[in-house]
C-alpha cells in the first residue's frame, strides 16, 4: 500500500479502514488456534488427591451402609476436602499476586476482580438498567457547551508565531514512541495490541507515518480511534459503594489511536514551551522533569521555613501545604474556548 499521497478526509478514513482489516487478515494467517484440551488446576497437589480418594470412599461406605458413624466420618470428610480446596486456591493466588509482573498482573487479578459480583444499592436504584443509568450521569456528566463570552483580543501573548508551522511525522518519531510503549496493556474495540502494532511497524515502516500524516494534514480521527470499551471498577478503601461516585471508569482505547494521540501529545508538549504557554513550575509532560523534581520543589521552601526562626521569639515558622482537586475539569474544557487560547498563543492550526 502506497499511503504517501491520500487526498482527502474520505481517503484517510478508507486506508485506515483497510489497515485495521489487513492487520486482522494478517493475525487470522500467522497465530494458530489452540486446541482445547483438558488442564489440571495449577493450585492442584497431591495432598488433595488423597482427601479426594478417602472422601469417595467415604461416601461410598455411608452409602453401603448407612450408620449414624458412617455419615458423620463421610461429612467430616466432605468438609476436610472443602476447606482443603479453598485454602490450596487461597494460597495458589496469593503465590500469583506476590510474584506478578506488569505483563501478568491482569491475568493474575481476573479471579479476584469484583466484575463479576452484583453492585450493591446505588442511591435507591435496585435495577441494573437504572444502576447503570446513575453510574453514566455520575461519572459521565454532560459536556458544557453553552455559549460563552469570548476572550478579549490579544488576551494571551505568544513568544513565538508557528500557526502555519506544520511538519510530516517522521519514522524517528514515530519509533520513539513505539519504544516507550506499555506493552501487555488491555487492548481496545478492534483487538489489536501495541506488540501487533510493533510487529507491524518493522513490516512496514513507512504506512504508520504516511497515515498519521495523512490525519493530521486533513484533520482526520476515525471514528473506531475513538470508541472504548468501559470497565467501571470500585475504587478501594471506600467505606460504603452504595454511591457512583465510590467508582471509576476505565477506557480502553484503541492502541493504534492511542499511538497517534501519544505523539500529538509530545507535540503539544514541545509546542508549548516554544509559544510561551508553559508555567516555570509545570512538571507534567515536560521532558527532564520527574516526580524527585516537584517532590524537591515541595521539599526545599518548607525546610528552609522551618529553618528560620522568628525575630521576637525562637520558635520555627510552622509551613503548610494546600492542594486542591479540580473534580471532572477534562470533562468541562470548554471547545471553543480552548480553541481561541490555542489561536492567541499561536500554536499550529
Known sequence: MDLSDLQG????????????????????????????????????????????????????????????????????????????????????????????????????????????????????????????????????????????????????????????HTRPVTIHERCLVITHLKYGTSVGPDDISYTTLQHFNEAAPLLLPNLFTACLTWSVHPHEWKTANCVVIPKPGKKSYSQPKSYRPISLLSCFGKLLETIIAKRLAHTAQMCGARHPSQIGAQAENSAVDALLRTIDPIAKAISQKKASNKFPLRPMVLTHDMEGAFNQVHLATLWEVMTQRRMPL
Open 9 to 164: 478526509p474520505e481517503a484517510t478514513l478508507r486506508a485506515v479502514s483497510n489497515i485495521t482489516l489487513l492487520i486482522h487478515q494478517a493475525i487470522e494467517v500467522t497465530i494458530p488456534y489452540k486446541s482445547q484440551r483438558k488442564v489440571e488446576a495449577p493450585w492442584w497437589n497431591h495432598s488433595l488427591t488423597l482427601a479426594k480418594e478417602a472422601t469417595k470412599r467415604a461416601d461410598r461406605i455411608a452409602r453401603l451402609t448407612p450408620t449414624d458413624t458412617n455419615r458423620q466420618d463421610s461429612q467430616y470428610k466432605r468438609r476436610k476436602w472443602t476447606t482443603m480446596v479453598h485454602n490450596a486456591k487461597t494460597m495458589y493466588h496469593v503465590h500469583q499476586l506476590q510474584n506478578a509482573t506488569t505483563r501478568t498482573i491482569w491475568k493474575t487479578i481476573e479471579r479476584h476482580s469484583t466484575h463479576n459480583k452484583p453492585i450493591p444499592l446505588l442511591g435507591e436504584q435496585s435495577h441494573f438498567g437504572d444502576k447503570c443509568k446513575a453510574l453514566r450521569n455520575a461519572l459521565f456528566p454532560p459536556v458544557k457547551t453553552a455559549p460563552r463570552t469570548p476572550l478579549p483580543p490579544d488576551f494571551l501573548t505568544h513568544t513565538r508565531d508557528i500557526c502555519h
